[in-house]
């Protein structure tokens, strides 16, 4: 089983520079986010999607847009490229409780991306 | 958003049970509690999920008082293996939206 496919799994910016960190799942799930995780902190939401042509902001959007044209893809753009950008990227996917699922989430193994 | 407080770390020794427990004073009626496990350089894995009262997995129970503002991640026998960051979130089925705290690195000792 693929599950949740992240593209790259490691990358090196030059600042100002954009890139598009894809993301893939294949179990069908609506919900789909982006997290990103610096050394030693917790998981910060970026944007999330509950079905394809839906998108909604997280706690940190800035710097960063999503689109959701199907429901099995879910990529994350960086725009112009900054040091405060570099972290490790975690896609996820899953479905809610009531909603006929578990309401676990299904993550990726991560892009690590550098900005310099 | 309702937000979870952790505490920041605990440390254990292989065959005891850890008992994590996370507040989560404004808990909406249809928020779920869940709880992920995440090692170094791993995306998060879900352990375990409930509403109110206690769930039981193979891993895992977790515990919720009637009144859902906290609740208690217990972990039976840890191995060194359990060594890892934990998670407590909310599941907001209104918004859709996880987002996760701070979590909660636990230590297992030989």
């Known amino acids: 089983n693929a599950g949740v496919t992240q593209t790259p799994k490691f990358r090196i910016l030059k600042i100002g520079q954009s890139m598009t960190l894809q993301c893939t799942q294949d179990?069908?799930?609506?919900?789909m986010y982006w997290y990103r995780q610096d050394p030693g902190m917790g998981l910060k939401l970026i944007y999330y999607?509950?079905?394809?042509?839906?998108?909604d902001k997280g706690e940190v959007p800035n710097g960063y847009n999503v689109s959701r044209s199907t429901t099995e893809d879910f990529p994350l753009r960086l725009e112009l490229a900054a040091p405060s950008q570099t972290s490790v990227y975690f896609c996820?996917?899953?479905?809610?409780?009531?909603?006929?699922?578990?309401?676990?989430?299904?993550f990726g193994e991560g892009s690590r991306l550098t900005v310099l | 958003l309702a937000k979870t407080t952790q505490p920041i770390s605990m440390d254990s020794y292989e065959g005891q049970e850890v008992n994590i427990t996370c507040s989560h004073n404004?808990?909406?009626?249809?928020?779920?509690i869940t709880w992920y496990q995440q090692f170094p350089s791993q995306g998060p894995r879900f352990i375990i999920q409930?509403?109110?009262t206690k769930v039981t997995n193979e891993v895992a129970s977790l515990f919720i008082p009637a009144d859902r503002k906290s609740s208690t991640l217990s972990l039976p026998r840890v191995s060194l293996s359990d060594t890892a960051v934990y998670y407590c979130?909310?599941?907001?089925?209104?918004?859709?939206?996880?987002?996760f705290g701070s979590g909660t690195r636990l230590q297992v000792q030989p």
């Open positions: 179990m069908n799930h609506n919900y």
């Open positions: 409930g509403y109110k």
């Open positions: 996820a996917s899953g479905s809610v409780p009531g909603a006929g699922g578990t309401g676990e989430l299904f």
């Open positions: 999607s509950v079905g394809a042509g839906i998108t």
């Open positions: 979130l909310l599941l907001d089925t209104g918004r859709r939206a996880l987002t």
């Open positions: 404004n808990i909406a009626t249809n928020d779920y």
